[in-house]
């Protein structure tokens, strides 16, 4: 089955990625666990990491390099937008919104539950923006 490459439908499959492996903060990937015998593709990841896994790109991996690349930059970009219109991202240039406002200033906040990522996630996927 050809591999659904939609934004909508990217970001649905990072949330159940996202809550099958768990959240990690301040990686893509938590690469203990990947040391310690985990499958990268089980590993804990954060929002960044499990929209790279829902293209099928490795955590870590140049999405430029690889074939699903504008895939995930594209759900990767819907998904800052998703934070900054809901007020829970400040937003600021593309590359700051794709690592420093989901990655940094809203996933790896202290407290962060993985429920508010897996939330956020399927609501953005889900949300009516035309």
């Known amino acids: 089955m050809e591999l659904d490459l939609n934004w909508r439908a ?5 949330a159940d990625i996202q809550e ?4 990690c903060q301040g ?10 015998g985990v499958d990268i593709r089980n590993c804990r990841v954060c929002p960044i990491g499990a929209i790279a896994l829902a293209c099928d790109i490795l955590p870590g991996n140049l ?3 690889h074939p699903n690349g504008v895939a995930a930059e594209t759900a990767a970009e819907k998904f800052a937008d998703y934070l900054i219109r809901h007020g829970l ?18 996933a790896d906040v ?4 993985l429920e508010e990522i897996v939330a956020a996630l399927r609501a953005a996927a889900e949300e009516d923006v035309s």
Request: cysteine-free; overall charge neutral.
């Open 10 to 14: 990217v970001l649905a499959r990072a």
């Open 20 to 23: 099958a492996n768990g959240h």
């Open 27 to 36: 990686f893509f990937v938590d690469h203990r666990q990947a040391e310690g």
């Open 63 to 65: 999405w430029t390099q």
């Open 89 to 106: 991202s400040d937003g600021r240039t593309l590359h700051d919104r794709l690592m420093s406002t989901i990655a940094d200033q809203w």
């Open 110 to 113: 202290a407290g962060r539950t």
